[in-house]
């Protein structure tokens, strides 16, 4: 199986309450590759200007990452986003938005990988969503991200990609505000009602909430004692959710369920470090253990 | 089994975004009792003014629970409080506090209430709190609630009420002033470090988290599609699971995740009301299909 993972490629700057980095590999992409590559052959398609740093280069150059699809654009510069968290490191604040190369990005495939098993469009241009979409049509499952960015400017097109795809994964102040709704499940069933097939909605560290026609099920958040930075963390949801899905013989409600736990299981490495910085080192035996813990952390029985 | 339910009943007026409610029936016991009489025979500890309305006190004549310790203090005023809800219903402002009869309060047991087989101490002064549990003894669980206004003003005998507890129930964010910590599990551990057994942190709307020396538990929320009123959730988290946990007979780690879940969902069933109002017309039959959904909903498997 091989998941095509296409989006951001970029380097950020960050600041948490208790440290400053500058230079941190980031992107919307890069951790939801990484995140993937835990699970699954992983196409990573995205593009990057020339002063893309040799050592960000090596940092993605991993044993299940077919780099192929990763496109350094003679002249261009690569994106660049800086972000200051707030003490509770709940919310955060944009410092900067430097699009670079990404302002007018062709994605083109390399040979072959119009045949992939699946794809996960991570935030960006619906149009470009739709385009994605329509490059990988055996894919078996499509998920898309999105932003508030795209809520506020692109709406009829972002609803045109949402329904295009079998998953949407949205933050839950985007869904409210996609929606219209105050609560969640009501942001969900509206979001049904829209046409899309299946909403998770992140709720960062309170877990994840999936609600389709068939299912609804929620997760908590794993309980962890120190946050370093939850950049990428959304990304690395999405990645571990696609990359353990596109794994699996069977895509079920019981698939899924479990899926969402993956992905919240490789969210909570991911806050453990700087950018993608743990992702980098963690191993699949680490992921399977603490998806263990996490149910004995939740598992409850109906009789005493 | 009877379980002790000490602290407020109270009048409430209430604003949400959506309806105005004066003369409401409120008070920290008041959701408890109400709650843990699904459970289990319930006493009302509490006092009250001369014009508590006659229409309340019919409202608290319920078959489990004995109001013999709901005394009428003679020219007293019953203590009142608002509060105005904000847009997402998960914030509030306190519009004012009357403390009335509560200013100076001095709980006495009607004659056989000092064998109660446990306590549930609601928010109130820690001192009374300490004295509420010497005046049963023998009772097999007791556990005491708290609001910031004592962790500001009387953190020392705070401290001294919980380690005197079987458990603590208390909100996130008070969990994390109080131990001075920014993540919930550290919180936990923290308040387990300063002496207490074990720590109930309820997250509003995103479920709880139960942190003891031998275990840690993780509950989401129950998916509400519409909140009316979130004013006394929290205190019928706390009645559901105190009723739930007097009315096993083995208290161990299964039972204690069991009525957490049962707290949970008797909470999820009264923010669909305003004040208590859900909780009176509520039967046990309708928290067990919950119970039993909250369970679909969370479930999932180890292996797929």
Redesign the interface.
Known sequence: MSLLVAGWVAIDEIETPFERREGSLGGSATCAALAASLFTDVRLLAAVGEDFPETMLRALERPRIDLAGLEVIEGGRTSRWGGRYH???NSRDTLYTVLGVNERWEPRLPPGWEVSSGLFAAAGDPVLQQRLMAMVPGARVRMVDTIKFFIDGARDELMKAIRAADFVSINESEARELAGM?????AG?ALLDGGSKAVIVK?GE??A?YISGED????????????VDPTGAGDAFAGGFMGYLDS?GVIDQ??I??A??YGSTVASFCVEGFGPERLLTLEREEVEQR??QF?A??????E?
Chains 1, 2 share one sequence.
């Open positions: 003490y509770d490191m105050p609560s969640i499940a009501r069933r709720l309170y877990g909430a609804y099920f929620v997760a908590p958040g794993y309980p962890l004692e120190e946050v699996v019981q698939a369920r479990r969402i736990v998806y263990r149910r952390l939740t598992h409850f029985e109906v005493g």
